[in-house]
């Protein structure tokens, strides 16, 4: 049966999809590849140039540009917080549960938490050490690689987009879903640095974890579609 529906998945592969595709494929890897190079010390100084480069020259507890804009990044970074994320989860899958769309609600809901719970571990096993070398705007609790914020954002966004593009018909609006999702990932990943509390590489480690999960959850919802008569 599985069989069947990847031979028919195949065969219904735009270019475009096919391109995304591969590239997803491409994240755990990714993940992987960061990950032996962090162990090994090869992203030091990388890292450490690129966290200094978001602060004032001679003050690294200063981040660049004005204080309303540092308080706008932490209002970005929460967008990838567990609060958030977790409230923006409940909502959206009561509203696909409302809409009949149960099975799409549990793909959602089960890829958030498997995010999660992957990112949680996999800080434990690396433990690695949060950047002590600028002050940090705002409060952590827990290793650093990967990064849980950006973890959380890309697996939450991406998935979520791609339930929703799912029912969309017109592929201008597919677009701006995916484009909206894209645009709230990144931008908690940049924030996650600007605020000091992560290493560039634990933000992108963490989206390519996160969109592991997502790509997973692509493929589970394609597979798991019912055949239409």
């Known amino acids: 049966m599985i069989i069947e529906r990847l031979k028919s998945l ?5 270019t475009r999809t096919l391109v ?15 990950a032996d190079e962090v162990a090994e010390g090869e992203t030091a100084a990388l890292d450490r140039r690129l966290l200094l480069a978001l602060r004032s020259p001679g003050d690294p507890s200063d981040p660049l540009g004005p204080r309303w804009f540092e308080e706008s990044m932490r209002d970005i970074t929460a967008l ?13 899958t009561l509203l696909l549960v409302f809409h009949q769309r ?12 498997l995010a999660y719970a992957s990112s949680e571990v996999l800080k434990a096993f690396y433990d690695r050490d949060r950047p002590m070398i600028v002050a940090h705007g705002s409060i952590v609790y827990s290793q650093s690689f ?10 939450t966004f991406l998935t979520l987009a791609t339930v929703l593009a799912s029912v969309e018909s017109t592929r201008r609006t597919k677009a701006l ?29 963490g989206w390519a974890l996160g969109a ?8 589970v919802l ?4 019912p055949k239409r008569a």
């Open 10 to 14: 195949r065969g219904k592969l735009e």
């Open 20 to 34: 995304l595709l591969v590239a997803l494929i491409g994240a755990p890897s990714l993940f992987l590849s960061i």
């Open 80 to 92: 990838g917080g567990f609060t958030v994320v977790t409230l923006l989860t409940i909502v959206a």
């Open 102 to 113: 149960r099975r799409e609600a549990l793909i959602f809901v089960g890829t958030v938490i």
């Open 146 to 155: 990967p990064s849980g914020h950006s973890t959380a954002a890309a697996a």
């Open 177 to 205: 879903i995916y484009a909206l999702a894209i645009t709230a990932m990144v931008a908690v990943g940049v924030s996650r640095v600007y605020l000091g509390v992560h290493w560039p590489t634990d933000v992108l480690a």
């Open 212 to 219: 592991t999960w997502a790509l997973a959850a692509w493929i």
């Open 222 to 225: 394609v597979i798991s579609q």
